[in-house]
């Protein structure tokens, strides 16, 4: 009679399933929600709507990307930390999901939305920046460039995407490593901050690798190194920081799925399952392929231990910036 | 020539396959849908159907895009001219003129000068795109933040022609228009200024919300507090056309509109936005009759609307030509070109001909199919006016907020747009003029963003303003501008305006 308890059990369990599971299991059972902090056409966007199609596909689910900005990505952080955590409301995060409550606190403010509010679901991609500049200048590898920069404190400028925006930390960290004073030329976005170096109006930018390779290939810009821990798969000949020996300079712009911490862990154990399936769908490697990102896919513990470092690393970088004005 | 002529024929034979030609139609269409809608302009438009496009290809998705943009500089004057709602940042002066007209039953009127020289802005600015784009898009880059600083400061001259009245009152909304602009996370430290921590207000007062508010709330409340309801205005049909002193009016302004219009289109920056607000002034400088400004000027529609509509295609140029993302609009257009894997650079031209020269084309194509769109529909906008207003106020209310907060998906967009109503009609009330606060609350960040990056380019040193040569005659320019204004006011004491504002003081005494 002992063995055949399991049976009963199970006979038992499949009787009673069916009532329990509409409460419990059938996620999802309505449309998921993709937040992209940031306007239509930047990097989280276009990865956000290839991850929603493929995970559609995978979960049978409509799952819509809905572009929520405002305040460098604080509007739609914020909004996805304080939804309800059911799994219905996910975001699309980048690297600045950790810069944000880092430099709320350097101002005292009240933190628009706190980095522990979210559970990590997934890595999608992580790109290293790569330094450029323009071709005619006369830095030929990134070693000459830091002996100018040593030579000539405060005199090279850069442009970036903002105050501590992704591309100003990727260059705080290298100024750090590297013990250089570079000149820092803010403008209101990663557009215009390629532009300005384009024109000639300053003489460096740390840029995501997709930006600026139609530029590096027609001879305008030069790359003279990555802030990568591998060399990039489409600059070969271009060396890391962590080769010239400057390991602290390691910085990616990376694109990551979240829910909100307390989405229970069986909802966070199917999405994470369905965000595999997903990226492993021909279709979003050929969508990841056209943007020219390489998909670079981290889950559970592993992606936590990335999210950690590099939040890390980032709010070191942004304590050492601290508040602009007390420099001068 | 020769060759550009050819290239010109490779681009024709793209966009007039029935496929594209049909991605064209529905981009102009659906572009004037869009710009109709109160607040709703070509850069929401846009960015809210680029995932519609994610399944065309390349070539079909950017002519569809392109259409929606110059689509919606079409139709943001129609609302601005009916219902004195800017339907978009660049329509805002064509609410002036194209109002006043309305107002007189030259609605119609109004409308169909703004279509044809939309229309001819487009077509002309077209050519100049296809002719001139790499050597432009060279020489705009050189446009860095020291010339930005210059080309603004001379763009605040434009407040000297923009008021009807009285001179201390509209330099008073320019002031408290600039103030407006300071609301918002500083670029330069990254402090949150006036945001009283709402976070939506880090990123400032939005043109759009301001504009509708200002213009279109406020007019409404105003009709609402008349003791008898203005009279309905009935078009009739003959009415509907341009007389021919209209025409004769508008041709010089169109033209020139046009010019300016690409010029300023090209440099890189959201400087297109201020266009219109240049046109309207030049006109009004150049105008033998200056004092109709403001009460109906054809003019005042022709110039601004042309301007507008010729600046997309001069946005373009920088974009097709160098890969460079020149302002919000193209950099959301080469994200849809990455997304079908156009990579967008220096070697678009060679390396993708049909997609640049089709794209060329249909915008010649996509202008026609514009205007044949707009000239039919102006007979059926204008009908619009005959809605009584216990009817037609309510919905235009609903549309207002409806596209105030498609745009950002922001409730505090429409807190804004509702405040800066009321106030618009208490400033109404005190005869105080409200277009300047809209061009002070453009120009404020702008100046304020390039004032400080020029500084943070040359370690604080002014000197950069005169060392670059762009720059420097930019400042000549302005300088000159003062000095002959001041010589002007010394002798004459009395110019047009200290005139005009006598004579309405006079009419209402009398």
Same mark, same amino acid.
């Given at each position: 009679?002992?063995?055949?308890?399991?049976?009963?059990?199970?006979?038992?369990?499949?009787?009673?399933?069916?009532?329990?599971?509409?409460?419990?299991?059938?996620?999802?059972?309505?449309?998921?929600?993709?937040?992209?902090?940031?306007?239509?056409?930047?990097?989280?966007?276009?990865?956000?709507?290839?991850?929603?199609?493929?995970?559609?596909?995978?979960? %049978?689910?409509?799952?819509? *990307?809905?572009?929520?900005?405002?305040?460098?990505?604080?509007?739609?952080?914020?909004?996805?930390?304080?939804?309800?955590?059911?799994?219905?409301?996910?975001?699309?995060?980048?690297?600045?999901?950790?810069?944000?409550? =880092?430099?709320?606190?350097?101002?005292?403010?009240?933190?628009?939305?706190?980095?522990?509010?979210?559970?990590?679901?997934?890595?999608?991609?992580?790109?290293?920046?790569?330094?450029?500049?323009?071709?005619?200048?006369?830095?030929?590898?990134?070693?000459?460039?830091?002996?100018?920069?040593?030579?000539?404190?405060?005199?090279? #400028?850069?442009?970036?995407?903002?105050?501590?925006?992704?591309?100003?930390?990727?260059?705080?960290?290298?100024?750090?490593?590297?013990?250089?004073?570079?000149?820092?030329?803010?403008?209101?976005?990663?557009?215009?901050?390629?532009?300005?170096?384009?024109?000639?109006?300053?003489?460096?930018?740390?840029? +995501?690798?997709?930006?600026? !390779?139609?530029?590096?290939?027609?001879?305008?810009?030069?790359?003279?190194?990555?802030?990568?821990?591998?060399?990039?798969?489409?600059?070969? =000949?271009?060396?890391?920081?962590?080769?010239?020996?400057?390991?602290?300079?390691?910085?990616?712009?990376?694109?990551?799925?979240?829910?909100?911490?307390?989405?229970?862990?069986?909802?966070?154990?199917?999405?994470?399952?369905?965000?595999?399936?997903?990226?492993?769908?021909?279709?979003?490697?050929?969508?990841?392929?056209?943007?020219?990102?390489?998909?670079?896919?981290?889950?559970?513990?592993?992606?936590?231990?990335?999210?950690?470092?590099?939040?890390?690393?980032?709010?070191?970088?942004?304590?050492?910036?601290?508040?602009?004005?007390?420099? %001068? | 020539?020769?060759?550009?002529?050819?290239?010109?024929?490779?681009?024709?034979?793209?966009?007039?396959?029935?496929?594209?030609?049909?991605?064209?139609?529905? +981009?102009?269409?659906?572009?004037?849908?869009?710009?109709?809608?109160?607040?709703?302009?070509?850069?929401?438009?846009?960015?809210?159907?680029?995932?519609?496009?994610?399944?065309?290809?390349?070539?079909?998705?950017?002519?569809?895009?392109?259409?929606?943009?110059?689509?919606?500089?079409?139709?943001?004057?129609?609302?601005?001219?009916?219902?004195?709602?800017?339907?978009?940042?660049?329509?805002?002066?064509?609410?002036?003129?194209?109002?006043?007209?309305?107002?007189?039953?030259?609605?119609?009127?109004?409308?169909?000068?703004?279509?044809?020289?939309?229309?001819?802005?487009?077509?002309?600015?077209? *050519?100049?795109?296809?002719?001139?784009?790499?050597?432009?898009?060279?020489?705009?880059?050189?446009?860095?933040?020291?010339?930005?600083?210059?080309?603004?400061?001379?763009?605040?001259?434009?407040?000297?022609?923009?008021?009807?009245?009285?001179?201390?009152?509209?330099?008073?909304?320019?002031?408290?228009?600039?103030?407006?602009?300071?609301?918002?996370?500083?670029?330069?430290?990254?402090?949150?200024?006036?945001?009283?921590?709402?976070?939506?207000?880090?990123?400032? !007062?939005?043109?759009?919300?301001?504009?509708?508010?200002?213009?279109?709330?406020?007019?409404?409340?105003?009709?609402?507090?008349?003791?008898?309801?203005?009279?309905?205005?009935?078009?009739?049909?003959?009415?509907?056309?341009?007389?021919?002193?209209?025409?004769?009016?508008? @041709? @010089?302004?169109? /033209?020139?509109?046009? *010019?300016?219009?690409?010029?300023?289109?090209?440099?890189?920056?959201?400087?297109?936005?201020?266009?219109?607000?240049?046109?309207?002034?030049? =006109?009004?400088?150049?105008?033998?009759?200056?004092?109709?400004?403001?009460?109906?000027?054809?003019? /005042?529609?022709?110039?601004?609307?042309?301007?507008?509509?010729?600046?997309?295609?001069?946005?373009?140029?920088?974009?097709?030509?160098?890969?460079?993302?020149?302002?919000?609009?193209?950099?959301?257009?080469?994200?849809?070109?990455?997304?079908?894997?156009?990579?967008?650079?220096? !070697?678009?031209?060679?390396?993708?001909?049909?997609?640049?020269?089709?794209?060329?084309?249909? $915008?010649?194509?996509?202008?026609?199919?514009?205007?044949?769109?707009?000239?039919? !529909? *102006?007979?059926?906008?204008?009908?619009?006016?005959?809605?009584?207003?216990?009817?037609?106020?309510?919905?235009?209310?609903?549309?207002?907020?409806?596209?105030?907060?498609?745009?950002?998906?922001?409730?505090?967009?429409?807190?804004?747009?509702?405040? $800066?109503?009321?106030?618009?009609?208490?400033?109404?009330?005190?005869?105080?003029?409200?277009?300047?606060?809209?061009?002070?609350?453009?120009?404020?960040?702008?100046? =304020?963003?390039?004032?400080?990056? #020029?500084?943070?380019?040359?370690?604080?040193?002014?000197?950069?303003?005169?060392?670059?040569?762009?720059?420097?005659?930019?400042?000549?320019?302005?300088?000159?501008?003062?000095?002959?204004?001041?010589?002007?006011?010394?002798?004459?004491?009395?110019?047009?305006?200290?005139?005009?504002?006598?004579?309405?003081?006079?009419?209402?005494?009398?």
């Amino acid at each position: 009679m002992r063995a055949r308890r399991p049976l009963v059990l199970a006979l038992a369990l499949a009787v009673l399933l069916p009532g329990v599971a509409p409460a419990q299991e059938a996620y999802p059972s309505r449309p998921i929600t993709i937040v992209a902090p940031f306007p239509p056409g930047g990097v989280a966007d276009l990865t956000a709507r290839p991850v929603a199609a493929s995970m559609e596909k995978v979960l %049978k689910n409509p799952v819509a *990307v809905v572009n929520k900005t405002g305040a460098a990505g604080a509007v739609g952080m914020q909004f996805v930390a304080t939804s309800k955590p059911d799994g219905y409301t996910l975001l699309l995060a980048l690297s600045s999901i950790s810069i944000i409550p =880092e430099a709320d606190r350097i101002f005292d403010r009240q933190p628009a939305y706190t980095v522990d509010q979210f559970a990590p679901i997934a890595l999608i991609s992580a790109d290293p920046t790569i330094l450029v500049v323009r071709a005619e200048s006369p830095w030929k590898t990134a070693r000459e460039f830091i002996e100018d920069a040593k030579k000539r404190p405060g005199q090279i #400028s850069y442009s970036s995407s903002g105050i501590y925006g992704t591309l100003h930390m990727a260059m705080e960290l290298l100024s750090h490593a590297a013990g250089i004073k570079l000149r820092h030329v803010p403008h209101a976005g990663a557009g215009p901050a390629l532009t300005a170096i384009l024109g000639g109006h300053v003489d460096a930018l740390a840029s +995501g690798p997709a930006v600026v !390779l139609p530029q590096i290939k027609a001879g305008k810009l030069r790359a003279l190194a990555g802030w990568g821990d591998t060399r990039v798969a489409a600059l070969p =000949e271009v060396p890391t920081f962590k080769e010239l020996g400057h390991p602290e300079a390691e910085f990616y712009i990376w694109a990551g799925l979240f829910a909100p911490r307390g989405t229970p862990e069986p909802v966070l154990a199917r999405l994470r399952e369905a965000t595999r399936a997903a990226v492993g769908e021909p279709e979003f490697k050929a969508a990841m392929d056209k943007l020219e990102t390489p998909i670079a896919f981290k889950q559970g513990d592993e992606f936590q231990r990335f999210f950690d470092a590099d939040a890390k690393r980032l709010a070191a970088g942004v304590r050492k910036v601290g508040r602009v004005e007390e420099k %001068k | 020539m020769l060759e550009t002529l050819g290239n010109l024929g490779l681009g024709f034979s793209v966009a007039l396959s029935p496929s594209i030609l049909l991605y064209a139609f529905l +981009g102009c269409l659906v572009g004037t849908l869009v710009g109709v809608l109160p607040g709703v302009g070509p850069l929401a438009g846009i960015s809210l159907l680029l995932p519609a496009t994610f399944g065309l290809d390349a070539t079909r998705a950017i002519v569809m895009l392109a259409g929606i943009y110059y689509g919606a500089m079409y139709g943001g004057s129609t609302t601005s001219i009916l219902m004195r709602i800017p339907g978009e940042a660049a329509s805002v002066m064509t609410c002036i003129d194209g109002y006043a007209m309305a107002r007189q039953g030259r609605g119609g009127a109004a409308l169909a000068i703004a279509a044809v020289g939309s229309y001819v802005a487009g077509t002309v600015s077209v *050519v100049g795109l296809m002719l001139l784009a790499p050597p432009l898009a060279t020489f705009a880059l050189r446009f860095g933040p020291p010339e930005y600083v210059a080309l603004l400061l001379l763009g605040l001259f434009v407040l000297a022609y923009m008021s009807s009245g009285s001179m201390l009152k509209s330099l008073a909304m320019a002031a408290f228009g600039l103030l407006l602009g300071m609301v918002g996370i500083d670029q330069m430290s990254g402090y949150f200024r006036f945001a009283y921590g709402v976070v939506e207000l880090g990123d400032g !007062l939005g043109v759009v919300p301001v504009a509708v508010g200002l213009f279109g709330v406020a007019e409404i409340l105003s009709t609402a507090g008349q003791g008898t309801p203005p009279q309905v205005v009935k078009p009739r049909l003959r009415e509907l056309l341009p007389s021919r002193t209209e025409w004769r009016e508008s @041709a @010089a302004p169109i /033209g020139r509109g046009t *010019v300016l219009g690409f010029l300023i289109g090209i440099l890189p920056g959201s400087a297109h936005i201020i266009s219109s607000f240049v046109s309207y002034a030049v =006109e009004k400088r150049l105008s033998r009759h200056p004092e109709r400004f403001g009460h109906g000027a054809v003019a /005042g529609v022709a110039g601004p609307e042309s301007a507008n509509n010729s600046a997309t295609s001069g946005a373009m140029v920088p974009m097709l030509a160098l890969g460079v993302p020149s302002g919000p609009i193209p950099a959301v257009m080469l994200a849809a070109m990455m997304v079908h894997g156009v990579s967008p650079g220096p !070697l678009l031209i060679q390396q993708q001909p049909a997609l640049f020269w089709g794209f060329v084309a249909s $915008m010649y194509v996509g202008n026609v199919v514009l205007l044949i769109l707009n000239l039919p !529909l *102006v007979g059926l906008f204008v009908n619009i006016l005959r809605v009584p207003y216990p009817y037609l106020y309510p919905a235009i209310l609903v549309f207002s907020m409806l596209g105030v907060y498609a745009v950002n998906g922001s409730v505090v967009d429409v807190w804004i747009m509702l405040i $800066m109503g009321v106030l618009g009609w208490v400033l109404r009330k005190l005869d105080f003029e409200t277009a300047p606060v809209v061009l002070g609350l453009v120009l404020a960040p702008m100046i =304020e963003l390039s004032l400080r990056q #020029s500084l943070a380019m040359s370690d604080g040193h002014y000197g950069i303003f005169v060392q670059r040569p762009i720059a420097a005659a930019l400042l000549g320019v302005a300088l000159l501008l003062v000095i002959l204004n001041l010589l002007a006011f010394v002798r004459r004491r009395l110019d047009w305006r200290a005139r005009l504002a006598l004579a309405e003081k006079g009419e209402e005494t009398s």
